[in-house]
């Protein structure tokens, strides 16, 4: 997750990769959720990397965010909403 957290340059963004894949290459859990919930792909997606989401998707990740807010419930509503409150 914190891998996937990362803010990078463009330039920089295939060591981010290189990062994320040896950590899954070692049996990193790619399906562990934080204490509120939140996955490897939700922080791709805050972090705004699409190359990052891009590569998880490939990989399978697809599976762990709903990324329509019509069809999420509640909970993952204020999952969601949870990422504003790291922005500092």
């Known amino acids: 997750m ?3 957290k990362l803010e990078v340059k463009y330039e920089d963004v295939n060591e ?3 990062i994320i894949s ?3 290459e070692h ?3 790619v399906y562990a959720t ?3 919930g939140r996955t490897a792909l939700m922080y791709a ?3 705004g990397c699409k190359q990052t989401v891009r590569w998880l998707k490939k ?3 697809y599976e762990t965010v709903d990324v329509q807010m019509e069809r999420r419930r ?3 509503v204020d999952i969601w909403a949870s990422f504003d409150l790291d922005k500092e």
């Open 16 to 18: 981010k990769l290189k």
């Open 27 to 29: 049996h990193g859990d």
């Open 22 to 24: 040896y950590l899954i």
């Open 34 to 36: 934080d204490n509120d």
């Open 74 to 76: 509640k909970s993952e």
């Open 45 to 47: 997606f805050n972090s």
């Open 2 to 4: 914190k891998a996937c």
């Open 59 to 61: 990989h399978g990740l």
